[in-house]
C-alpha cells in the first residue's frame, strides 16, 4: 500500500502521481499518464526520494522537491535522469523541498513546510531566498502556484503574492493555507 501524495498536470498535460513507493532498485516510482493517449499509468523510476511535488518547465526539463533536495533532469524511457541534485550548499534553506514551480520568467521556486525558511528562486545558477521579513505571510510555506505573472504561496498565516518585484499578504481568517492551484 503507497498511497498517492499528490497529483499534478504538467505544462504538456501529463498527470504526474506522486507516491513514497520504493522500486527494487533502491529509488522511488512515480506514475506519468497522458491525457491524449490511453490513460496508462506508466512507472518512472527516481533514484532520490520520496517525491513531494514536480515541475516541467517550457524547455522540457523536470524539477523534482523530494525529501533529499531538488532534483533537475531529464525523462528518459520510464527513467528520470538525474542532471543536478541542489541541497543546502546551492542555496537551499533546507534539504527537505515540498514544492517547486517554474515562475513566468523561467525562474525555479521552492518551499519547505517543515523547517519554516521561506522560498528560494533560482535564476542563471544563483539561488536567492525570501523571508517573513521580505513579504511572505509567514515563513512556513506549503505550496506555490502560477496565475498570470503572479506567484501565490499558501503559507501558514494565509496566502501571499510575489508579482517580480513586490510581496503582497492576504490573511485567510487564521486558516493554514497548504494547497494552492490553478
Do not use: M
Amino acid at each position: 500500500d503507497h498511497p498517492i501524495r499528490r497529483i499534478v498536470r504538467d505544462r504538456g498535460g501529463e498527470l504526474w502521481f506522486l507516491s513514497k513507493e520504493t522500486n527494487p532498485t533502491g529509488g522511488y516510482t512515480i506514475y506519468r499518464s497522458s491525457l491524449s493517449t490511453s490513460y496508462e499509468l506508466v512507472p518512472v523510476r527516481v533514484g532520490h526520494g520520496p517525491v513531494n511535488d514536480l515541475a516541467r518547465t517550457q524547455d522540457e526539463v523536470l524539477w523534482l522537491a523530494t525529501d533529499d533536495g531538488l532534483l533537475e533532469g531529464t525523462l528518459e524511457g520510464e527513467s528520470f535522469h538525474l542532471e543536478k541534485r541542489y541541497t543546502d550548499r546551492d542555496g537551499l534553506l533546507s534539504i527537505q523541498v515540498w514544492a517547486v514551480t517554474e515562475g513566468p520568467d523561467g525562474t525555479i521556486w521552492v518551499c519547505y513546510p517543515s523547517s519554516g525558511a521561506g522560498v528560494t528562486r533560482f535564476k542563471g545558477g544563483e539561488a536567492r531566498s525570501y523571508e517573513e521579513s521580505d513579504g511572505l505571510a509567514s515563513p512556513e510555506v506549503w505550496s506555490i502556484t502560477l496565475a498570470g505573472q503572479s506567484l501565490w504561496f499558501g503559507t501558514g498565516r494565509g496566502l501571499s503574492r510575489f508579482d517580480g518585484e513586490c510581496w503582497y499578504s492576504y490573511p485567510v481568517a487564521s486558516l493554514d493555507v497548504r494547497s494552492i492551484r490553478v
